[in-house]
Each structure stands twice: as structure tokens, then as C-alpha cells.
């Protein structure tokens, strides 16, 4: 869809109306490297021009579809070529239209993977299960598996206002992500976590994603980490009333590039974040240790910010202090503050 075209080559179709019937009796589709077969059919409609406004209220359908051998790359150039089988079903029902779809690799070989697409992320499963009832889409069911991480969750999303309501849960490699609640125009509340339990397995999963920052790609992580943050409200007034409470605990993590020796890694020692208010008032308190090399620093900082109006953050820090030894030479370096220090 990225080249602002479909990728179909042919459609044949077969459609038949009797008694106030319509009937796709076979519809048959080639483009992305495969094919898909579809039938349904409409009912209580009329065929009288005059009477197709009143019908089409009380008109009833229904369809079914069978994808085979579908290549994802050909919608999408950032997508990983590979071949999709599946079955997709859509009902119109007094409630709305519930549909059904999955995706499934085909059995067939898949194509090498190109250069800057999700290089080594091999599609299992695709599915979609819900009830799409203007303007709200209601997911029931959403579960994305590749063989070495999953997505599942269920969702409400409003078109028109923009409101979210769901919990999704996020599994791969060497971390879990959970996230819970609403988020809305003027409410919402909510929770999410992220457990890091191996930086490195975790790291080089995301390192596998197109557009992902260069440090990323270019550093190596171990370690672990835990993050969780909380939501009170909604983002009316660009977000100036959302509360928010966040913390950050990381035991221990090691960073190096990937061209410097072990010995020259940062080693970050029992870190801790602490964030909460709004947007307008927040308090930061911070703590961590680092080693580099010889040499080892520590820090502790209690600090206050927001933003006073459109695009203007204002900062101050109320306490901070900074130690630095070095193991080759002697004495403890130490810069402390106790007063407030405004930082525009």
C-alpha cells in the first residue's frame, strides 16, 4: 500500500440476483503472489431504485473468504516477504458486522527475506476476532505469533473520539510487556509494565526492526530492568490534567559498543527513577551507581518540572549530589547542592 497501488493483477467474479438476493456465486482474485476465493450474499434488498433506501436498512448479508499463498511484501514495502494462507468470515447481525479473520504461513516454501524488512521474523499465526458496529471497533480476540514472540489482547477503539479500552500483553525474547486500560478525551485510567529479565536476547530481538535507532544496533546491553507506570485521566488540554506515576528499577546493566573491549563498559548499578504528578508539576527522584574503567561514580537528585504553556518546559533541581572516585588515584571527588537550581 506503500507505493499507492494494489498489488492485484485479476478479478472474476460471478453475481446473481433472484427473489431479492444477491449472491456473489464465486469470486476469484490473483495479486501479491497468490490468490483469493470469496462468496457471501445479500438479502432483502430490493432490485426497485425507488425502494433501495428503505431495504437496505432491514438488508441482511454475508461472506466468506480463502486467502492462499499471499505475499505481505507486495502490500507493504517494509514487510518481510513470505507466503499467508487463510480464512476470513464477515456476517451483518442485529449488533453490527462480526468478522473473523486468520492467517497462517502456507505450506509452501517462503521467499529469501529482502534487505531492511523484519529480517528473521517468521510468521505463525494471525488473528482477528470481533465486531465492527459504526463508529466502534470491538476487538475480542487479537493474537500475532512468530516463532519466538506473541501479541494477544483484546480491544475497544472509537473512530470518531479517538478512545481506547483494552489490555494487550507482549512476550519475546528475554522480556514482557503488559499494558491495561482507557484513554480517552476527558478520562481513562490504566496501568502498564515492562519486565526486562535478559537485555541482551531483548536487545537483539529489536534490533531485527527496521528504523530502529543506531545505538541500539550498534550497542551491547545485559542486564535487567523493570519499568511501571500509571494513568489517571485524559489528554483534553494537550494532557495538562493527566496524572501520571512511573518508576524504574534496574539492578544491574552493562553497556559497551560493539567495536570496545569488555573493560571499557559502562556498568550501571542499582538504578532508580521515580516520576509522578502532571504534566504542568512533576517530581523526578533519581539514584544509581556507575563504573567505568577505574573510575566509579554515584548519584542522587530530587528534581521538579512541566510545562508552564505550548511547547515550554521549565526544570529545577531542589537536591543533588555527585561523587567520583578513581581506583589509580587517591581521595573521593564529591559536588553536592542543597539549594534550588533553576534550569530553563
Known amino acids: ?15 446473481v440476483f433472484v427473489n ?20 457471501g450474499k445479500v438479502t432483502g434488498v430490493s432490485s426497485n431504485a425507488t425502494k ?26 517494509r514487510l518481510a516477504a513470505t507466503t499467508l494462507d487463510g480464512q476470513l468470515k464477515a456476517q451483518q447481525t442485529p449488533s453490527g458486522i462480526a468478522f473473523d479473520a486468520r492467517l497462517q504461513p502456507a505450506a509452501r516454501k517462503t521467499t529469501a527475506p529482502r534487505a531492511g524488512t523484519l529480517d528473521g521474523l517468521r510468521l505463525k499465526a494471525i488473528q482477528a476476532q470481533g465486531l465492527w458496529q459504526a463508529p466502534m471497533l470491538k476487538l475480542d480476540t487479537l493474537t500475532v505469533q512468530t516463532d ?69 544496533g550498534r550497542a551491547s546491553i545485559q542486564g535487567s530492568a523493570e519499568f511501571t507506570g500509571r494513568w489517571q485521566g485524559g489528554w483534553h488540554k494537550q494532557g495538562q490534567e493527566l496524572q501520571i506515576q512511573a518508576s524504574l528499577r534496574a539492578p544491574r546493566l552493562d553497556l559497551r559498543g560493539t567495536d570496545q573491549p569488555v573493560e571499557q563498559a559502562w556498568r550501571l548499578r542499582d538504578l532508580q527513577a521515580d516520576l ?23 548519584l542522587q537528585a530530587q528534581a521538579r518540572g512541566g510545562r508552564v504553556n505550548d511547547g515550554v518546559w521549565q526544570a529545577s533541581v531542589d537536591t543533588a549530589q555527585f561523587t567520583a572516585q578513581d581506583s589509580l588515584r587517591p581521595g573521593v571527588w ?5 539549594e534550588r537550581v533553576v534550569l530553563d
Open 1 to 15: 500500500m506503500d507505493k499507492q497501488r494494489l498489488p492485484l493483477e485479476s478479478v472474476n467474479a460471478k453475481v
Open 334 to 338: 564529591t559536588l553536592q547542592s542543597s
Open 148 to 216: 519466538d514472540a506473541q501479541l494477544q489482547g483484546q480491544l475497544t477503539f472509537d473512530t470518531v473520539s479517538q478512545g481506547a479500552d483494552g489490555r494487550l500483553a507482549l512476550t519475546l525474547p528475554g522480556a514482557q510487556a503488559e499494558l491495561a486500560g482507557q484513554i480517552a478525551s476527558s478520562r481513562g485510567q490504566g496501568e502498564m509494565r515492562l519486565r526486562v529479565t535478559d537485555a541482551a536476547l531483548a536487545s537483539r530481538w529489536l534490533q531485527r526492526w527496521p528504523g530502529m535507532p543506531m545505538p541500539v
Open 52 to 77: 433501495a433506501s428503505n431495504a437496505a436498512a432491514s438488508a441482511n448479508w454475508q461472506g466468506s473468504a480463502t486467502v492462499h499463498g499471499i505475499n505481505p511484501a507486495a502490500l507493504h514495502s
Open 20 to 39: 431479492g438476493q444477491w449472491t456473489i456465486e464465486s469470486l476469484q482474485a490473483t495479486g501479491a503472489g497468490g490468490r483469493i476465493e470469496a462468496q
Open 276 to 298: 509522578s504528578g502532571t504534566l504542568r508539576a512533576l517530581s523526578l527522584t533519581a539514584r544509581g551507581q556507575a563504573e567505568h574503567a577505574t573510575q566509579r561514580f554515584a
